[in-house]
């Protein structure tokens, strides 16, 4: 599987990676964080980010014998 497919099973929007803190860079939404004032904060993460935690669910999958497809990062 390619980094473009990969990167293909997401949506990409500008935005803040919380991994490597580069901002105003294409990002795809991986999760939400409730804050105690009761505000909604995205978790983002750029294409690289999502290209490395991708590699290690493969890497993980493969260990445990599981079938790997990508796009799951924020399902969790
Ligand atoms: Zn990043």
Redesign the pocket.
Known sequence: MSADEILAAYTWMVGD?F??A?VEVATTQIGEIDTPAGGRYEVR??E??VLAMEGERRAWAERSGLDYAPGDLGAA
Do not use: E, F, P, V
Request: charge should be positive; charged fraction near 25%.
């Open positions: 990676c991994r490597c580069k993460a750029c690289a980010c």
